[in-house]
Structure formats: structure tokens, C-alpha cells
């Protein structure tokens, strides 16, 4: 039976509380927002891609339309290369790939062009022919078309002409004997030296070929040379020197006549070469260059077509994709609103039913509160006392944990004292031992350098054997030689006394050298003995001022372990004096939670008012409490006795871990917080 009870009103909160329902209804509006938004975003994409799409067919339509304007135009400035007089260069594109179709031909926008629309793919797969042959007709154009007056071999052939009859008009006057010969020697005003000095003969020449211009150089300066020759035969005939005038005539004139003359066929075979080139240039532009440019329009016409209806299409789809998406979004948005009504209703009816049940379990709260925080109140004040006490017995202790503190600090500076001393003395030993060392190897020296003198004075001693023997022999010799070897007796004499003494001043030597070893050789024994003693006090040193340093190290680090305690000390004596004013404020907080109990009491009254309303006197209904909750309340209440009987018990007890009291021991909200 009590099982049912509790399921009554706790069973749905505790199932799913508040935020739980707010959460699901928000996720589910969420989620049909996100569902709406994703269908909204991919009709959106859908509209963004056809757009594009059709955008793409717009341009090229455009494009395609471009380049058949460009084609004209590229054919126009061909037919008037052929035709303008005016115009002498060909200035066309006459490559198929550097043309602005053929770019995008050879491009990857073709590739993409013929990806949107398939269709064209074949008709752009036929034009790739034509439109080669069309450039190629310009290239053949070009290379065999060349600007050339037709007037140019009549006018070459009168200039012939001329000049024979010129000739024939000297030689007459040969033949006649006239009195002078009246012919035109300015190479200006001849009817040829006119005409080359026209803007006719100068666009011809330009207008040559590399041929033509090179015999036109090469007949200037022999037309200037035969009206020179001309001259030299009329002042010769005036001179009354006709023979002289008939040979003139005969050796330059004629020469200079015959190359004229060569010159200017020469010219008119290339003049009627370059008319033939231009005709054979206006045959290839209407047979191969028109029909091809034909086909190409044709065939750019039909693709055009293709594309124009295709972008048709696309706009007939953009704006039926445009009309569903808003509807889409419009019902989309119309589910939205209903769904969050619903949801709305239903998180708003399960908050009101919750906010009773909670108005009615904060009620019986602020009553416990109340009593909580008087019981709160005494243990603060309590605990307040005995952290006081402990703070003075921290107090205490510290100071004498200071003291303890100076005596360690200066046993340490007494051993660090005695550790330099014994440093100091340990140096002095080593010095000592060093100096020995050196007196031993000096000794050692001196016993080398005796014997080395000894090894002399035995070698003098020999000299002086040989030089005594060898003072013999003179003498003997001396003896023999009678009156003669006197005087080189006396002086082996002396040389054998000289001997004798140096022998004895050798062996005395050699006696003192002997006994300056045997003392040389003591005293090294004897310093020997004093470096083992100094070798055995340094080595004693050396332990003691090992000792004294290790005495001074450790009195140091106990120096600095009390120093450590004193500080820890301290830190307790501080965390003891806040500990006290915690309590403090703790007892301070707890009179203060007694008045914010008693507004609390006021808020829940306030919240009976906004949930359940006002009765007829004004005041707030009150809130109806099941058995389940009555039956909570008074276990509550036991449990806020027990827990004030056992809080008093510890904080008498002072000095004793666990001794802090839990709130939510004398306050049990966590079985409330569930129901929020």
C-alpha cells in the first residue's frame, strides 16, 4: 500500500523531472526545425545549382553568339584584305587554337560545356573540321595573295616603250646628222622617272616581292646612270665630235638601255605574278574559305539553338523548384508552430504540478530550517571556543619551537666555523707534504750529482797515473840521451810531481765527496721518514675535516628541518586563527540563516499565492499533503532531532577529527531536489 502511495506523486518526477521535459520538448522542436531547415537548405541548394546551370547556359549562348559575330567579322576583314586596295597587311588570327573560339574550344570549359549539355557534343565534334579549313584557307591566302596594282605591267610595258623610242630618237639624230640631239636627260622628268617617283610606284614597291624591290633598287641607280650616259654623248656632239658620240652611245647608252630593259620585264613578270597570286588568292576565299565559314555558322547556329532551349528548360525548372521550396518552408513552418503549441501545453501543465508539489515541500523546509540553524548557531559557537584555545596552545608552542630554533642555528654556525678551520689546517698539511715531496727530489738530485763528481775525480785519478807513468818513460829516456835529455828531465820531474799532487788532491776529494754522500744519502733517509709522517697527518686531517664538514651539514639541514617545523607551526597557528574566525562568521551566518528562514517563509507563502491562488480572505491556498508526505515530514523531523543531538555531542568534544558538522545532515534536500 505504500508502495502505490509513493508512485502517486513522486513516481512521474522522479521518472522525468522538469528539465528533462523541458529538454525533450525543446529537442523535439529542434529536431523538427533541423528536419525543416535540412529540407529547406537542400530545396535551396537544388534552386542554387539550377540557377548556376542556367546561368552557365546563358553564357554560353552568349559565347557561342560572340564567336559567330567574331567569325563574321574575321571573314569581313579577310574579303576586304582581298579586295581594299587601301589595305595591305593581313591582320587576322590565322592559328585555329589561338582564336577566340578556338581557346575555348581546346579548353576545359568546352569539356564542361559539353557536360551540361550533351547534346552539342557532336555538333561541336563537326565543327572542329570546317573551322580548321577556315584558317587554314587564310593561311594559304596570306602566303600567296600579295597586293599588286593591275595597272603595274601596262605601265612597266609603256616604260619599255619609251625608252626605245628614246634610243631610236639619239640614233635618228646619228643618222640625220642633225645639229644636236634634243632627248630628255633628267631621270626625274622621263615618263618612267615620273612615274617612280609617284605614290603608285611606291605602294607597288612596298607592296613586292623581296624580287621585285631588289631589281627596283638595282634599276634606279642604272636609269640615273643611262640619262648620265646620254649627257656625256650630247656634249660630245656638240663638241663636233660625233664619232666620239656614236661610241658613247654604242659602249654605255645601249648597255645601260638593255639593263633598263631587263629590269623592267623582270618587273612586269613579277607584277604579273603578283596579279596571279591575287587572283588565285580571291579563288581560295570563294571556294574554301566562304564555304567553310558557312558550315561553321551553321553549325555554331544549331549548337546556339541546342543551348537556348536548353537554358529555357532550366529556367521552367528553376522557377517550379522555386515555388516548391516555399511551400515546403511555408508548411514546414505552419508543423513548427503547431508542434511548439502542443509542446508548450504540456511542459507548461507538467511545471505547474511540479511547482505544487515543490510549494508544499518548501513549506515544511522553512520550518526545518529554522530549528537547524539555532542548533547550527550553538556548535558554531562552541566550535569557536575551542579553536580559540587551540590557537593559544599553538601560540606557545611556536615560541618555543623559536627557541629551540636559535640554539640549532648557532650550533650550525659554530660547526661551520670549526669546518673552515679544519679546511684551513687540512691546506696547510698538504702544503707541508708538497714541500717534502720536492726537499726528497732535491735530495735525490744531490745524491746523482755526488756520484757524477766521484765518477770525475776517479777519471782525474787515472789521468794522473798516466801522466805519472808517462813522466817515468821521459825521464828514463832523459837518462838515456845523457847531456842532451837534461833539461827534458827537469821538466818530466815537474810534470811527475804536478801528477803526484793532483793524485793527491784526487783522493782527498774523492774522501770528502765520499762522506758528503754518505750524509747526503742519511739525510734523504731522514726526509723520507718526515714525508710518511706528513703523508700520515695530512690523511688525518683530512678525515677530521671530513668529520667536522659532515657535523657542520648536519647541523645545518636540522637547523633547516627546525626552521621547516616553526614555519608548519606557524602555518598551523594561522590556519587555527582563521579556523576561529570562520567559527565566527560561521555562528554570525547562523543567526543569519534564522532571519533568511523567516523570509523564506514569506517567498513560500508568496508561491502558494502565484500557484494555487488566492481564497476569499486574501490569503494563499493551502496546499493539501498527502499521507506520504506527512509520513516524510515527521521522518524528516526525527532525523533533524538526531542529527542536532549528534552535532551537540561533537563539537563538545573539542580537538577531535570529524567534528564539523554536514548540512545536509541537519537540512535533507536531496530527496526535494529530485522532484526539480
Given at each position: 500500500m505504500k508502495e502505490k502511495k509513493k508512485g502517486g506523486l513522486?513516481?512521474?518526477?522522479?521518472?522525468?523531472?522538469?528539465?528533462?521535459?523541458?529538454?525533450?520538448?525543446?529537442?523535439?522542436?529542434?529536431?523538427?526545425?533541423?528536419?525543416?531547415?535540412?529540407?529547406?537548405?537542400?530545396?535551396?541548394?537544388?534552386?542554387?545549382?539550377?540557377?548556376?546551370?542556367?546561368?552557365?547556359?546563358?553564357?554560353?549562348?552568349?559565347?557561342i553568339k560572340q564567336r559567330e559575330i567574331d567569325h563574321l567579322n574575321w571573314a569581313a576583314k579577310l574579303n576586304e584584305f582581298i579586295t581594299n586596295p587601301v589595305v595591305t597587311e593581313l591582320s587576322i588570327q590565322t592559328d585555329d587554337h589561338k582564336c577566340a573560339?578556338?581557346?575555348?574550344?581546346?579548353?576545359?570549359?568546352?569539356?564542361?560545356?559539353?557536360?551540361?549539355?550533351?547534346?552539342?557534343?557532336?555538333?561541336?565534334?563537326?565543327?572542329?573540321?570546317?573551322?580548321?579549313?577556315?584558317?587554314?584557307?587564310?593561311?594559304?591566302?596570306?602566303?600567296?595573295?600579295?597586293?599588286?596594282?593591275?595597272?603595274?605591267?601596262?605601265?612597266?610595258?609603256?616604260?619599255?616603250?619609251?625608252?626605245?623610242?628614246?634610243?631610236?630618237?639619239i640614233r635618228d639624230a646619228f643618222l640625220l646628222s642633225e645639229?644636236?640631239?634634243?632627248?630628255?636627260?633628267?631621270?626625274?622628268?622621263?615618263?618612267?622617272?615620273?612615274?617612280?617617283?609617284?605614290?603608285?610606284?611606291?605602294?607597288?614597291?612596298?607592296?613586292?616581292?623581296?624580287?621585285?624591290?631588289?631589281?627596283?633598287?638595282?634599276?634606279?641607280?642604272?636609269?640615273?646612270?643611262?640619262?648620265?650616259?646620254?649627257?656625256?654623248?650630247?656634249?660630245?656632239?656638240?663638241?663636233?665630235?660625233?664619232?666620239q658620240a656614236k661610241k658613247i652611245f654604242q659602249e654605255k647608252t645601249l648597255n645601260y638601255l638593255s639593263q633598263i630593259l631587263a629590269s623592267l620585264e623582270e618587273l612586269r613578270t613579277e607584277a604579273d605574278r603578283g596579279l596571279a597570286g591575287m587572283k588565285k588568292g580571291q579563288e581560295i576565299y570563294l571556294k574554301e574559305s566562304l564555304p567553310a565559314l558557312q558550315q561553321v555558322q551553321k553549325l555554331l547556329e544549331e549548337i546556339q539553338e541546342i543551348v537556348v532551349a536548353k537554358a529555357a528548360d532550366k529556367i521552367g525548372q528553376t522557377q517550379a523548384m522555386t515555388v516548391t521550396t516555399g511551400r515546403v518552408v511555408s508548411w514546414g513552418s505552419l508543423v513548427s508552430l503547431f508542434v511548439g503549441i502542443i509542446v508548450s501545453f504540456f511542459i507548461i501543465r507538467g511545471i505547474t504540478r511540479v511547482l505544487k508539489i515543490a510549494v508544499r515541500q518548501l513549506s515544511l523546509a522553512s520550518t526545518q530550517t529554522a530549528s537547524a540553524a539555532t542548533q547550527i548557531s550553538q556548535s558554531s559557537q562552541q566550535q569557536a571556543q575551542g579553536a580559540n584555545e587551540q590557537a593559544s596552545s599553538l601560540e606557545e608552542t611556536s615560541s618555543s619551537l623559536e627557541q629551540v630554533n636559535?640554539?640549532?642555528?648557532?650550533?650550525?654556525?659554530?660547526?661551520?666555523?670549526?669546518?673552515?678551520?679544519?679546511?684551513?689546517?687540512?691546506?696547510?698539511?698538504?702544503?707541508?707534504?708538497?714541500?717534502?715531496?720536492?726537499m726528497q727530489a732535491a735530495m735525490e738530485e744531490i745524491n746523482q750529482s755526488s756520484d757524477k763528481i766521484s765518477k770525475i775525480i776517479k777519471t782525474i785519478e787515472e789521468i794522473a797515473f798516466q801522466t805519472n807513468l808517462l813522466a817515468?818513460?821521459?825521464?828514463?829516456?832523459?837518462?838515456?840521451?845523457?847531456?842532451?835529455?837534461?833539461?827534458?828531465?827537469?821538466?818530466?820531474?815537474?810534470?811527475?810531481?804536478?801528477?803526484?799532487?793532483?793524485?793527491?788532491?784526487?783522493?782527498?776529494?774523492?774522501?770528502?765527496?765520499?762522506?758528503?754522500?754518505?750524509?747526503?744519502?742519511?739525510?734523504?733517509?731522514?726526509?723520507?721518514?718526515?714525508?710518511?709522517?706528513?703523508?700520515?697527518?695530512?690523511?688525518?686531517?683530512?678525515?677530521?675535516?671530513?668529520?667536522?664538514?659532515?657535523?657542520?651539514?648536519?647541523?645545518?639541514?636540522?637547523a633547516n628541518g627546525i626552521d621547516q617545523i616553526s614555519k608548519a607551526i606557524g602555518q598551523m597557528d594561522q590556519?587555527?586563527?582563521?579556523?576561529?574566525?570562520?567559527?565566527?562568521?560561521?555562528?554570525?551566518?547562523?543567526?543569519?540563516?534564522?532571519?533568511?528562514?523567516?523570509?523564506?517563509?514569506?517567498?513560500?507563502?508568496?508561491?502558494?499565492?502565484?500557484?494555487?491562488?488566492?481564497?476569499?480572505?486574501?490569503?494563499?491556498?493551502?496546499?493539501?499533503?498527502?499521507?506520504?508526505?506527512?509520513?516524510?515530514?515527521?521522518?524528516?523531523?526525527?532525523?533533524?532531532?538526531?542529527?542536532?543531538v549528534r552535532i551537540q555531542m561533537k563539537t563538545r568534544i573539542p580537538g577531535k577529527s570529524g567534528s564539523t558538522s554536514n548540512p545536509e545532515r541537519v537540512i535533507p534536500l536531496e530527496k526535494d531536489s529530485r522532484d526539480f
Open positions: 513522486s513516481a512521474m518526477p522522479k521518472t522525468m523531472t522538469v528539465g528533462m521535459r523541458i529538454g525533450l520538448g525543446t529537442l523535439l522542436l529542434l529536431l523538427l526545425l533541423a528536419g525543416i531547415s535540412f529540407v529547406s537548405m537542400n530545396a535551396v541548394r537544388n534552386v542554387k545549382i539550377s540557377v548556376d546551370q542556367t546561368t552557365v547556359l546563358k553564357e554560353l549562348e552568349s559565347n573560339f578556338g581557346k575555348w574550344f581546346f579548353s576545359e570549359n568546352r569539356k564542361k560545356s559539353e557536360i551540361l549539355v550533351p547534346e552539342i557534343t557532336a555538333l561541336l565534334k563537326q565543327v572542329e573540321a570546317p573551322h580548321f579549313k577556315l584558317h587554314e584557307s587564310a593561311i594559304k591566302i596570306k602566303n600567296v595573295f600579295r597586293k599588286t596594282d593591275t595597272e603595274l605591267p601596262v605601265i612597266l610595258t609603256s616604260g619599255m616603250v619609251d625608252h626605245l623610242n628614246w634610243a631610236n630618237k645639229t644636236k640631239i634634243e632627248v630628255q636627260t633628267d631621270p626625274t622628268r622621263c615618263t618612267l622617272g615620273k612615274w617612280m617617283n609617284s605614290e603608285g610606284a611606291k605602294k607597288s614597291y612596298q607592296n613586292g616581292s623581296p624580287r621585285y624591290q631588289k631589281v627596283w633598287e638595282e634599276m634606279v641607280l642604272v636609269h640615273k646612270t643611262l640619262h648620265e650616259s646620254v649627257q656625256e654623248v650630247i656634249d660630245a656632239y656638240q663638241q663636233s665630235a660625233p664619232e636559535s640554539m640549532t642555528k648557532q650550533n650550525a654556525d659554530n660547526a661551520a666555523k670549526a669546518d673552515q678551520l679544519s679546511q684551513g689546517a687540512k691546506s696547510s698539511a698538504e702544503d707541508g707534504n708538497r714541500a717534502m715531496q720536492q817515468l818513460n821521459a825521464a828514463v829516456e832523459a837518462a838515456r840521451a845523457g847531456e842532451h835529455g837534461k833539461g827534458f828531465a827537469v821538466v818530466a820531474d815537474e810534470v811527475r810531481n804536478l801528477a803526484q799532487r793532483a793524485a793527491g788532491a784526487a783522493k782527498d776529494t774523492a774522501g770528502l765527496i765520499e762522506d758528503n754522500v754518505s750524509k747526503a744519502k742519511n739525510g734523504a733517509d731522514i726526509a723520507k721518514q718526515a714525508g710518511s709522517s706528513l703523508q700520515n697527518i695530512v690523511g688525518n686531517v683530512r678525515k677530521v675535516a671530513d668529520i667536522i664538514s659532515e657535523i657542520s651539514g648536519a647541523s645545518i639541514e636540522q590556519v587555527t586563527q582563521k579556523g576561529a574566525s570562520t567559527s565566527e562568521e560561521s555562528a554570525a551566518a547562523a543567526e543569519e540563516l534564522l532571519s533568511q528562514a523567516e523570509s523564506l517563509k514569506d517567498l513560500v507563502q508568496q508561491l502558494q499565492e502565484v500557484v494555487g491562488g488566492r481564497d476569499g480572505n486574501g490569503n494563499g491556498h493551502l496546499l493539501v499533503s498527502t499521507p506520504y508526505a506527512v509520513s516524510e515530514r515527521r521522518s524528516r523531523g526525527a532525523k533533524i532531532e538526531e542529527a542536532g
